[in-house]
C-alpha cells in the first residue's frame, strides 16, 4: 500500500496551489478520501474528506470557500486544490484513505509541506 503525495511548496499569501495522492496497492475506489494537515507545535487536524463514491465532501471551517477536494477514481488519485492561501495554512499535508469493513483500513501518506509567506 502506498500513498504519494506532491505539489507542496512555498506560495506567497492569497496564492493558490493543488495537492495530489497517488495511491496503489489497494482498491481506491472503496475507500473514502482525507486530507489532513498539521502545523509546528499543534495537532493533526482533518481538512476536507470525500467519500469513496464522490461527491459527498466535507471540509474544515477554516478552509470552507477556499479548498476544494476531489478524486478521479481512474487514476487512483485524491486531489486538493488550495485558493485562497494563508500563513496559518502553512502546514505538512497528509492523504489519508479509510474504510470499515469488517475492520478498520486506515493508511497515509508521507506527507507534503506547505509554507505561505511573503
Known amino acids: 500500500v502506498q500513498l504519494v503525495e506532491s505539489g507542496g511548496g512555498l506560495v506567497q499569501p492569497g496564492g493558490s496551489l493543488r495537492l495530489s495522492c497517488a495511491a496503489s496497492?489497494?482498491?481506491?475506489?472503496?475507500?473514502?478520501m482525507r486530507w489532513y494537515r498539521q502545523a509546528p507545535g499543534k495537532e493533526r487536524e482533518l481538512v476536507a474528506s470525500i467519500t469513496n463514491g464522490g461527491p459527498m465532501t466535507n471540509y474544515a471551517d477554516s478552509v470552507k470557500g477556499r479548498f476544494t477536494i476531489s478524486r478521479d477514481n481512474a487514476k487512483s488519485t485524491v486531489y486538493l486544490q488550495m485558493n485562497g492561501l494563508k500563513p496559518d495554512d502553512t502546514a505538512v499535508y497528509y492523504c489519508?484513505?479509510?474504510?470499515?469493513?469488517?475492520?478498520?483500513?486506515?493508511?497515509w501518506g508521507q506527507g507534503t509541506q506547505v509554507t505561505v509567506s511573503s
Open positions: 489519508n484513505a479509510y474504510r470499515t469493513y469488517g475492520r478498520v483500513y486506515d493508511y
Open positions: 496497492g489497494f482498491t481506491f475506489s472503496s475507500y473514502n
